[in-house]
């Protein structure tokens, strides 16, 4: 059920809510500050088990905007610790997504119109697998070289270890929404004639190459998770089955959760919107390859929860926008179901 824990390795997941990672695009030369605290840290108030921190760059190219988090040097880990401690002070478990953003790199925040930064403004050239434009108006990324490719999977190792340092008990790797590693899987964005494109085998290399890596650096009896888009929803691109066969590999290769999304490779796809759309390929990734899996995407009432829960859809929720209309979301979600569940003591009188 929806408030039953959730053991992942060494980890007991107190309730199966989970908050999604969130960006905020708020930081500064990548570092965390007082909004990254008060938003995660009242997530954990609110009583999720899990608290996801935002996309954070493993290098400064690797950033979406140039206010996106970041862990790619060492002075940024400080900044984090303060918010590592909190979350698990409130019996929260403090998890990273770490990313690279690809061809969708160098923009400006959503509220600033989302459109490509010049080199003028700041801005920097792309590094993509092909030299494929997100969107027809944005300059052409630079297809990565097979050096930049070791250097891309050590980048992802270094924040690794930074991020076992600041405290985080839950690493995801983001291979989704269009940014790198998703780049990387579908082949309406890579094009590569190398040992990274074509075949599927190729084309989730590098993903996988990430992964041995990490598991090499990231303690083994800590969770390691990864966020894919199960289907592109365009004719041509990464689709389901090719998920459930990536999940099987990944799981054989120390993944522990399939954090299940969609989309985010392509613009102006039609996408059938409803409340839990993307369940299903979550529920059909856990039913054929036996990993674990995290339902996200229009979740937003407690027994629509309880339901993929306890119906074996999924093993985890993810809530996203829903946790940012209500951060208190776990608790009463609990007070619907007739749960009893933990409060802050500070919060206790209005239970």
């Not at 303690?219 to 365009?234: K, Q």
Request: proline share 6%; hydrophobic share 40%; with cysteine.
């Amino acid at each position: 059920m929806l408030f039953d824990p959730l053991p992942i390795r060494s980890l007991v997941l107190k309730n199966r809510i989970a908050i999604s990672p969130m960006c905020q695009y708020s930081s500064e030369d990548g570092f965390a500050n007082d909004w990254h605290l008060v938003h995660l840290g009242c997530r954990a108030t609110g009583g999720a088990a899990l608290v996801m921190q935002e996309a954070t760059a493993v290098n400064a190219e690797g950033r979406i905007t140039l206010d996106d988090m970041g862990l790619w040097k060492d002075a940024q880990v400080d900044p984090l610790k303060r918010i590592t401690r909190f979350l698990q002070a409130r019996g929260s478990v403090a998890g990273i997504q770490l990313a690279h953003a690809g061809r969708k790199a160098s923009s400006t925040a959503p509220w600033k119109g989302g459109k490509s930064i010049s080199l003028k403004e700041g801005g920097w050239i792309c590094k993509a697998p092909s030299p494929i434009p997100f969107r027809v108006t944005d300059p052409a990324p630079a297809a990565l070289s097979a050096s930049e490719l070791l250097q891309v999977i050590d980048d992802f190792c270094s924040a690794t270890r930074r991020a076992l340092h600041a405290g985080f008990q839950v690493l995801e790797i983001h291979a989704a929404h269009g940014y790198l590693i998703h780049e990387f899987l579908s082949p309406l964005s890579n094009q590569r004639t190398d040992d990274y494109g074509g075949s599927f085998e190729n084309r989730t290399r590098l993903l996988v190459e990430i992964v041995k890596a990490i598991r090499r650096v990231w303690p083994e009896n800590l969770p390691l998770f990864v966020r894919i888009s199960a289907t592109d929803w365009a004719e041509g691109g990464w689709n389901i089955d090719e998920s459930v066969i990536l999940a099987s590999v990944l799981k054989n290769i120390g993944v522990d959760l399939i954090d299940t999304s969609s989309g985010g490779l392509v613009p102006n796809v039609k996408i059938p919107l409803a409340p839990g759309y993307q369940t299903t390929f979550a529920e059909r990734i856990r039913k054929e390859t036996g990993i674990l899996t995290g339902a996200v995407g229009l979740i937003t009432k407690a027994v629509q929860a309880e339901e993929i829960i306890s119906s074996g859809k999924a093993d985890l929720i993810l809530i996203a926008r829903e946790s940012l209309r209500n951060p208190n979301f776990p608790l009463t979600a609990a007070k619907e179901l007739q749960v009893e569940t933990a409060w802050p003591p500070q919060y206790e009188r209005a239970k």
